[in-house]
């Protein structure tokens, strides 16, 4: 080969590289949260659901402050045009318990949105952790294939001189086509999480990405106890539900007010007009008495008291839920604590045993085959050790959502 030919392939090889590393960038979990929370659209809802409540909010609070109105016919007849100016001075709390259910309705929203935020950083998370774990047996089997080919071939070898059966050279053909399905499974798997991880993003540029391994883990430290009371007092369902109830009380307020009058005052200046005798000018205060308004107060109240008894039956059922998944939570984690710890010996065991199989290899004390073997039972352990530390890190995840902890 000429040298502009040797040339020209090194800089095509180049192209291809810088081109394929552009494409598969790689994005750590922090930025895959931040783009989550940019592009989730329930996270927008959420957002949306605060702004009406704020809206909703304003509209409870218009009656505190004048009315001010116009009206204007033509021709002026008995000084029908003018201005007028109402104001609500007295409603006996209708108007405060009113804006007091606004006020809970918007601490709802709040805290929903701090649930949602919450639980979408976590999932964002864990769809990350299982494609790490996904991919570590991806990698596994990948290398398990090729490992499965060369002792078939080797079988086949040793077949040709009678140093091996059929029945084995069988057994390493089946060994391979095993090996083959288990590739198509993980490699599904892989592709699977990481649908699943692009889904949450939301992010429609995003076509392709790697992840990158993530074994840092810190410890729960607190008892269960503590975390149990941790989680009743701040977890943000909990919260919404107060909230709920304390709004359900004030309209409940507001409708029994409706049965007592309002005083209010008024204030107009009218247009002189054509058969005009009225002043100009009128002040003065009204009451307005409620008499009957068809038993709709009646059933509004009826509403009330059975959505405060669906309240309180739903925060029960969520405590007792929380309770419960903290406890689970709680056992896995030291579950998992004592299975890193027994992972973490035996991955240490297994690298052992292959350097020591690779040493032997190399003074020809040991067949490939025993190095292909040592070589397989310590990528089994190192996968199996790093794939706990990431179901730890899953469990620790829900755990601190359910506490309502605000997450990495």
Request: aromatic share 8%.
């Amino acid at each position: 080969m000429s040298i502009p030919k040797k040339l020209f392939f090194f800089l095509s090889s180049l192209l291809l590289l810088s081109n394929t590393a552009w494409t598969q960038q790689t994005i750590p979990v922090e930025q895959t949260v931040e783009i989550a929370l940019a592009n989730n659209p329930e996270l927008r809802i959420s957002r949306s659901e605060v702004d009406i409540s704020k809206s909703a909010l304003r509209q409870a609070k218009s009656p505190l402050y004048p009315q001010v109105s116009g009206k204007l016919v033509v021709p002026f007849v008995g000084r029908e045009s003018g201005f007028y100016v109402d104001q609500m001075i007295w409603d006996f709390g209708k108007t405060k318990a009113k804006v007091k259910a606004r006020e809970y309705s918007l601490k709802s929203a709040t805290y929903s949105l701090t649930g949602s935020k919450i639980s979408l950083v976590r999932d964002v998370h864990i769809a990350y952790y299982k494609a790490l774990s996904r991919q570590n047996r991806l990698t596994e089997a990948t290398t398990n294939i090729e490992r499965r080919r060369w002792l078939l071939e080797k079988t086949k070898d040793l077949f040709a001189v009678g140093k091996k059966s059929t029945q084995q050279l069988s057994q390493a053909r089946i060994d391979l086509q095993q090996s083959k399905l288990e590739l198509t499974a993980r490699e599904n798997s892989y592709d699977l999480a990481m649908l699943h991880l692009r889904h949450l993003m939301n992010d429609s540029s995003l076509e392709q990405f790697e992840i990158s391994e993530d074994l840092s883990h810190e410890k729960v430290n607190e008892t269960k106890e503590d975390l149990v009371s941790s989680a009743l007092s701040q977890n943000p369902e909990i919260k919404s539900l107060k909230a709920q109830r304390g709004g359900i009380k004030a309209s409940l307020g507001e409708t029994r007010g409706k049965f007592l009058p309002s005083v209010f005052g008024r204030a107009a200046y009218r247009f002189e007009g054509e058969g005009a005798e009225t002043p100009a000018f009128i002040a003065g205060v009204g009451i307005k008495i409620p008499i009957f308004e068809g038993f709709s107060r009646f059933a509004r109240m009826e509403q009330s008291d059975a959505e405060l008894t669906r309240n309180e039956a739903q925060t029960e059922l969520v405590r007792n839920r929380i309770i419960l998944s903290v406890g689970e939570l709680y056992l896995e984690l030291r579950h998992l604590e004592k299975k890193i710890e027994m992972l973490r010996e035996s991955e240490s065991i297994s690298e052992k045993n292959l350097r020591l199989a690779e040493e032997r290899y190399s003074s020809r004390t040991a067949s490939k085959i025993e190095l292909a073997r040592a070589q397989a039972l310590y990528e089994k352990a190192l996968a199996d050790y790093k794939n706990s530390i990431y179901d730890y890190k899953i469990t620790r995840l829900k755990l601190l959502s359910l506490c309502g902890k605000q997450l990495p």
